[in-house]
């Protein structure tokens, strides 16, 4: 199932690791007060709650092996619909669950509080399941709000490539068309490159790869303009160049390093740009010198650019991606952090 397709989805990834770990703990804490309720004394908890959590968690990774087997076949339905067969089903496991427990211990099914017992069973299901029902659905409805949200801010950032930097490179271009024009048609290429991805859809996936490809047309053009005062370091080892991300999210902080911290400053500045990969996250860095006289030296931002990129990472990683900024070695320092490989749950 792509992206826009999982958008559109009920039911989450229940074959995923976090949503079986969810499931678990959730179902421990039933028994739990479940357990709580019905002991008379403490004395009799730990018996009563071994009891009571075998039952529910066989019940809670039922339910979830179910659902992940027929879950591509859930979505293919409205949401209310997908809830409903979901809520039957978690009843119906319950249901054979609970007859299952009752032959297990040699119990007569109807005898010996036998109706009661799966009256009970049947009942806690029902508000049980009903409430983990609702709560994905509510989640569900969160994620495509936070979804509209960064296409908005995405449409936002589009407009807000600075309009100097496009006089400014302009300028760069002519005058490399007399002194240099195959390196004039290296400028235009990858200006061409940057607007393409600037006006390109809200809903464009990106990969790594071509991240870093825009955000170094983005510094040549920059280092054309600005000559000695700029200078670039890369450092970049063992990136998976495949790993999905969302159109358009380094260009905008290499521009806020070289606005803020190079443009400013009377003295040649750098940029560092540092990548790695660590136990299935990606780890990015950017760093650039911080002015220390010049005109502006200390210019002040609305951190939109920071603001609408740390968004947009967590809407398409769904939380999992963080941006964080810094100050190392007495460099100004942007951090993006997130998982790979990355599976939409």
Known sequence: MNRRESDKAFLPNFCSIRAVFGVVVTAELLALMLSLGAVKSLAGLPDDLSLRSLFVQWVALASVGLLCVLGPWLRRFGNGVTGLLSWLLILLLTLLVSMAARWVLDLPLLAQGGTLFLAQTMGIAAVASALMLRYLYVQFQWRLQVEAESEARFQALQSRIRPHFLFNSMNTIANLTRSDPRLAEEVVQDLSDLFRASLSDA???????????????????????????????????????????????????????????????EEPGVIHISGRYRRRKVNLSIRNSVPTSGRGAHRKGNRMALDNTRQRLQGFFAGEASLTIGEVDGQHQVRVVFPYPWKET
């Open 203 to 265: 809903g464009r996936r990106s990969t790594l790869a071509d991240e870093l490809e825009l955000a170094q047309g983005y510094l040549r053009i920059e280092a054309e303009r600005l000559g000695k005062r700029l200078r670039v370091e890369w450092d970049l080892e063992g990136l998976p160049e495949q790993a999905p991300l969302p159109g358009l999210i380094l260009q905008p902080l290499l521009e806020n390093a070289v606005y803020h911290g190079i443009e400013p400053s």
